[in-house]
């Protein structure tokens, strides 16, 4: 399926093609209107405000749907905006919804990586843990497409497979600098710190919280899912203590309690996969926030507003070549990717 770039088109440019609504968003005060966030693959983008005289146009629409969309790129106050003609909801059988989804690709390159670290683990019975989940088919089936969030960092499907190849590379480049640090431990916290995601979003269209997600929050889920895994199997495959162990490494790795951590990190290795986790998650958003165009009007270096994904900061697009010559980059560096 070929989709328009939403974050390309000029302003004036025509679009006739199938959409996902993000989300319908109702707004009232002295000037009620519904503006809808549409978007594809490659983007997202807010429709112009549906008017009371307009809302027969989008009866029928929810978040979740399909719709095909017939409108023009325009701008208003500096942000590009899509004049909506006509609007339907599309018979989900009717198109690849999923590609219209942004997704990271291919997921093979970050089970490989994930699986190869898997692998070197020497301790047995953290092997074995392990194992519960990532040697489940369903749960990699359903591990490698859920996001890493609805609309934050790694919003895409199999973001959190690839935020969890991220943070295992910086956790366990950190561990390599503090011998005293157990690699094997930071990289098992670092596979399983998110299982929890998986009861707290769905991706079946848009991606949304559910209601777990929403009145336990996935840090507990996920300690909680681990829980119940890890006793059903009889024997255990670890100790009591090691269990525990593992517990404290979710439910510590937001870091502190305001951030959604029932407890602060309390060991080393709690320590690295908390600022491991929080390197993944701010890069990523400085990095989605600086190739977002909608956050630099008419090209200006500085976004025109604060940015909710870098915590209200401004981002700045600036580049310094500092008198390199131009020619053939250098053999690649690990840069920390699959």
Sequence with gaps: MTQPDLTALPVGARLQDPLIVHDVESRGGDYPHTILVLGNASGRIQSAPFWPADTPKIAGVSRGNVVQVIGTIATWRDRRQLAVDSIRVL?????DWRALM???GDTGRWWKR???WRARIRGPRLARTLALFFDDPDFRE??????????????????????TVEVAHIGLGIARLYPQADSDLVLAGVLLHDIGKLESYRWDGAFETTVPGSVIGHVVLGSLQLDRRVRAEAP????EEELLLLQHLLLSHHGR???GAPVPPMTLEAEIIHYADNASAKTASMDTALREPEHFSDG????S????????RRAWRVRADWGRRAEPPGPAEDNGGP
Excluded at 236 to 239: A, D, K, L, R, V
Excluded at 300 to 303: G, H, I, L, M, T
């Design 91 to 95: 018979p989900r059988d009717q198109v």
């Design 102 to 104: 942004p997704s990271i």
């Design 114 to 116: 994930l699986d190869d």
């Design 142 to 163: 359903r591990f490698e497409q859920c996001p890493a969030s609805p609309s934050g960092h790694h919003a895409e499907l199999g973001g959190l497979l690839k935020h």
């Design 236 to 239: 255990m495959p670890c100790t």
């Design 257 to 259: 309690q305001e951030f």
């Design 300 to 303: 200006a270096p500085v976004s």
């Design 305 to 312: 507003r604060t940015i909710w994904q870098l915590d209200k």
